[in-house]
């Protein structure tokens, strides 16, 4: 007997994802993705100047705002082949990396710990043997007794007043859940604790961006902050020491809390390093660069086919045509008009709303290919990428993840774990170690470059008569983003976003292959399709976020959890 | 007192905009003393945390579904206000319900929070708000700026013209017609 199971929406925050499986024997054997919101920002920009389009963009999405500003400003920098100030490369970089951190934790704390971390077994945890175990593993200072019998207080306070909130979705009692409950309690402290330390992320963008959620120093050019090491209402040395502070604080909680914690999960749960694989296709742009036209890059960018070391492919810099000419987007299975394939900078925006049709259109998403093929994207691919490139830290924290998990379980655990599940969040934890040590580099290199007398951060853009394309990337915490422009006369004459959650939450494409979200669910064991768990945690481990792939056409949208045999 | 007036909502989907057209105009309008803030918290969730710390009230201003006509402007203060976002009357049930869920676990939540909600005609994709919401503009910042006096923090208007007083009692309140209703 096949049953069919749907869940809409998957994601706790913002979008509107359907996720519909087909189960036999107690595995999924059919997986599709759907999103349920529509899109129309191209539509908005059309004849705007390009110099102001970042402002409407990092308003797609309202988690991502600063990176859809960034690749936004960067695809008018390409079209008119400038080069920008060194000191707006090093705060734009700080800023990415910064609002990386945050989403990487927010997302593995709060967004998808629950699909593994039961809640209510934290509330049965004895506090002294909890703080036994955290002092045994991790220096850490917030770990003592009274640090977890408070937490857990707090816990049973929240829970009594009946409104659990942001705990709602979590599957108590599920039999794939299987931590004790000092672990438990463990990683429900840490839920807690991680609350004020993303803050410290948020502050760093909003003291280099002039604010958050939407940063305003961004110029195609460069940057609007002032440097003045004297003048108080500018970037001032006082406000750079405070951010070296911050930063230090996120590196502790990042190497001795969050990597910690993945790896526990991840042995806890070794068994999902053989589930949820998927599309092993894994692309990366590089990111971070350290001159002023994008050449030299911080983290190395690439192409890796079958998750193949050997087939590696880098890209290079930030005008890589390697890139450019790789990506197309098929609208066959896609609420739009037609079935083709193009180059997005010769893409429409028409949609066409057809019923869920399992073998027709089903997604207001389109389906990108890198040079024909499906390809997953985000930390994972990211991780794989560096790793393939040879990059150093990446290599370094990689190995640390894989032997920390490795020592708990007894055994050696190769790269090919990182093909899973968990994986995803092991190359998370990874990468947002990476980053941290590229916030202390960019940090120094700012410093250094006023120190020479440098206090450039922007030189004006100049649009040239006529027609002329450019293409903005950035890998940012969900995976690649490109934004595509075709400047005429200096006004905006097509505009398309390739955003990460479009890549990995794409329907069939063109060629009828599925995308990543679908390809992951394949093989995965489901306990009870009434509480599709372990959809959930596979879905989840991509980090969905749909607000910028799609867009709301439903302010009454349900949510449910439909079950059908069929 | 430190207030912080947060405008919600998604400026590219015409009248989801409006809580951050409000701001604008309430911005256009009145000189905005130092103790409030007023930020365009677009479509973001728990981003804001950082936002709500060290705050005495929070003003927070939306399109609400409330099952009214177009234009409606509905008023909700302290318990009720977490309630509307988790009953998804607002398009941002999610983001925000978890940010205030969130602030009350960090014991971050401002003592004093009050919600404007404004009924959507159009949520299609524009920068234009409809024209029964655009209608109500004034009334919102109106509404807004009272509230703000009530907490004792006076807005001034930048030009004298055909703009109101506002006392930290609402006397000599401006005669704008009050379509807010509490909920029973």
């Known amino acids: 007997m096949t049953t069919r199971i749907t869940i809409d929406p998957v994601t706790r925050i913002e979008g509107h994802l359907r996720i519909d499986c087909e189960i036999n024997g107690g595995k999924v054997s059919k997986a599709w993705s759907s999103g349920q919101m529509w899109r129309g920002i191209e539509s908005i920009v059309q004849g705007k100047d390009p110099r102001e389009v970042w402002l409407y963009t990092q308003r797609i999405c309202g988690v991502c705002t600063t990176v859809h500003a960034i690749a936004s400003v960067r695809s008018v920098e390409n079209a008119l082949g400038m080069e920008i100030p060194l000191n707006a490369q090093y705060i734009r970089n700080l800023m990415v990396a910064a609002h990386a951190i945050q989403d990487h934790l927010v997302h593995f704390y709060h967004l998808s710990a629950l699909d593994w971390v039961d809640v209510t077994s934290a509330l049965k945890a004895d506090p002294k043997k909890t703080a036994a175990l955290a002092q045994n593993s991790s220096s850490w200072p917030l770990h003592s007794t009274q640090v977890f019998s408070d937490a857990q207080q707090r816990l049973k306070a929240f829970a009594d007043t009946g409104q659990m909130g942001i705990f709602t979705n979590g599957y108590w009692g599920h039999p794939a859940m299987r931590l004790s409950p000092e672990v438990n309690l463990l990683a429900t402290t840490h839920y807690l604790q991680a609350l004020e330390v993303q803050r410290k992320a948020n502050m760093i963008v909003s003291i280099l961006g002039g604010k958050t959620p939407h940063i305003q120093n961004l110029a195609v050019g460069g940057v609007a902050n002032a440097i003045n090491t004297d003048s108080p209402a500018t970037l001032t040395m006082e406000r750079l020491y405070y951010v070296k502070t911050l930063i230090d604080d996120l590196g502790k909680f990042i190497n001795e809390v969050y990597f910690k914690d993945v790896c526990a999960i991840g042995a806890a749960y070794a068994d999902w390093t053989a589930i949820g694989a998927g599309v092993k296709n894994y692309l990366a742009v590089p990111d971070l660069p350290i001159d002023g036209k994008g050449i030299a890059c911080l983290l190395p960018g690439g192409y890796l086919p079958g998750g193949d070391f050997a087939k590696f492919h880098p890209i290079r810099s930030l005008q890589d045509e390697y890139f450019q000419k790789g990506v197309h987007e098929s609208v066959k299975h896609s609420w739009y008009q037609g079935e083709w394939t193009r180059h997005p900078w010769e893409e429409e925006t028409k949609p066409e709303y057809t019923d869920f049709q399992d073998n027709g259109k089903y997604s207001w998403v389109k389906a990108p290919t890198f040079y024909g093929q499906p390809a997953q994207v985000g930390p994972l691919a990211n991780v794989l990428v560096m790793y393939a490139a040879g990059h150093e830290p990446t290599r370094k924290y990689t190995e640390l993840a894989l032997n920390t998990v490795g020592s708990q379980l007894g055994q050696k655990l190769s790269v090919d774990a990182l093909h899973s599940t968990i994986g995803r969040h092991a190359a998370r934890a990874v990468r947002a170690a990476v980053l941290y040590e590229a916030l202390q580099s960019q940090w120094h290199n700012l410093i250094e470059n006023i120190g020479t007398g440098d206090a450039k951060t922007f030189v004006r853009p100049e649009f040239p008569k006529g027609e002329v394309k450019g293409v903005g990337y950035h890998e940012a915490p969900r995976g690649v983003l490109s934004h595509w422009v075709v400047i005429k006369d200096a006004k905006v004459k097509n505009y398309q976003a390739v955003v990460p959650s479009t890549w990995n939450s794409g329907p069939r494409n063109g060629q009828d292959v599925p995308g990543p979200y679908e390809a992951s669910l394949i093989g995965t064991p489901i306990a009870d399709p009434q509480r599709p768990l372990e959809v959930l945690r596979t879905v989840h481990s991509f980090d969905p976020c749909l607000a910028c792939a799609i867009h709301l056409t439903d302010t009454e949208h349900q949510e449910i959890v439909e079950v059908r045999a069929a | ?184």
């Open chain 2, 1 to 184: 007192m430190n207030i912080l007036v947060l405008g919600v909502g998604n400026l590219l989907m015409q009248d989801e905009g409006v809580g951050v057209r409000a701001l604008e105009a309430l911005e256009a309008r009145f000189l905005i003393p130092p103790a409030v803030e007023l930020l365009d918290g677009g479509t973001a969730g728990l981003e804001l945390l950082n936002q709500l710390a060290c705050r005495d009230a929070l003003i927070i201003v939306d399109a609400v579904n409330s099952g009214r006509p177009p234009g409606t402007v509905v008023r909700f203060e302290g318990e009720q206000v977490p309630a509307v976002f988790r009953k998804k009357i607002s398009p941002h049930q999610l983001g925000i319900s978890d940010l205030l869920a969130v602030a009350r676990l960090t014991d971050l939540l401002p003592q004093h929070v009050v919600l404007f909600g404004v009924q959507p005609a159009q949520l299609g994709t524009g920068l234009e708000l409809s024209p029964q919401v655009a209608g109500v503009l004034e009334e919102v910042t109106l509404l807004i700026a009272l509230e703000l006096a009530s907490f004792g923090a006076d807005l001034v208007p930048k030009s004298a013209a055909p703009a109101p007083v506002l006392t930290p009692s609402g006397k000599g309140a401006p005669p704008v017609r009050l379509s807010c209703r509490l909920p029973a």
